[in-house]
T-cell receptor, first 113, second 113 residues
Framework: DGGITQSPKYLFRKEGQNVTLSCEQN?????MYWYRQDPGQGLRLIYY???????QKGDIAEGYSVSREKKESFPLTVTSAQKNPTAFYLC????????????FGDGTRLSIL | DQQVKQNSPSLSVQEGRISILNCDYT??????FLWYKKYPAEGPTFLIS?????DKNEDGRFTVFLNKSAKHLSLHIVPSQPGDSAVYFC????????????FGQGTELSVKP
């Protein structure tokens, strides 16, 4: 089955540590996205990539970093510079970067110990 | 600056009746609108979309209406079913900014038997 896999589903981090969230897709989509969801809020765009080896900052990129070395993979690193990292993180992909419906993974919930 | 707003955090409807979810936007550069449905601890799934050059799009029980002069769109679900109970997000794409979407805060729909 084609889809987007995010792992792990739950992640705990100690303050001051970096942590990397995994996102893999086998849909052969060119574009991939990372969003953050906080309670009572919509999804806010962190980073997106329209093609391999290229990515752009979204609305809340501070304290995060990404890489896009392979078409299938778009890992997100939450760095210690992110002051409020506790949230639900969602990865998505789409065929191109022209607003086609995005397909989402099931998310990773990150909590700070 | 919330460019896409869903002013009703929750909505309760009786099974078989119509559900109407509303969304307002402020940016005239939005050219494509989408609705997503989300269950707890899962990623959003695409439901229906509409281009800014249209005023209505229908898919089975789901119809999206767009009123450009009022900068307002709505999602109608008829008849509503208990399985429709979820959080619904509207999202908008900015013309010429690739696949970047702006999401509203979401409306939690509860359909009671």
């Amino acid at each position: 089955d084609g889809g987007i896999t995010q792992s792990p589903k739950y992640l705990f981090r100690k303050e001051g540590q970096n942590v990397t969230l995994s996102c893999e897709q086998n849909l052969n989509h060119d574009a991939m996205y990372w969003y953050r969801q906080d309670p009572g809020q919509g999804l806010r765009l962190i980073y997106y990539s329209q093609i391999v080896n290229d990515f752009q900052k979204g609305d809340i990129a501070e304290g995060y970093s990404v890489s896009r070395e392979k078409k299938e993979s778009f890992p997100l690193t939450v760095t210690s510079a992110q002051k409020n990292p506790t949230a639900f993180y969602l990865c998505a992909s789409s065929i191109g970067g022209r607003g086609e419906p995005q397909h989402f993974g099931d998310g990773t919930r990150l909590s700070i110990l | 600056d919330q460019q896409v707003k869903q002013n009703s955090p929750s909505l309760s409807v009786q099974e078989g009746r119509i559900s109407i979810l509303n969304c307002d936007y402020t940016n005239s550069m939005f050219d494509y609108f989408l609705w997503y449905k989300k269950y707890p601890a899962e990623g959003p799934t695409f439901l229906i979309s509409i281009s800014s050059i249209k005023d209505k799009n229908e898919d089975g029980r789901f119809t999206v209406f767009l009123n450009k002069s009022a900068k307002h769109l709505s999602l109608h679900i008829v008849p509503s079913q208990p399985g429709d109970s979820a959080v619904y997000f509207c999202a908008a794409r900015i013309y010429n900014q690739g696949g970047k979407l702006i999401f509203g805060q979401g409306t939690e729909l509860s359909v009671k038997p």
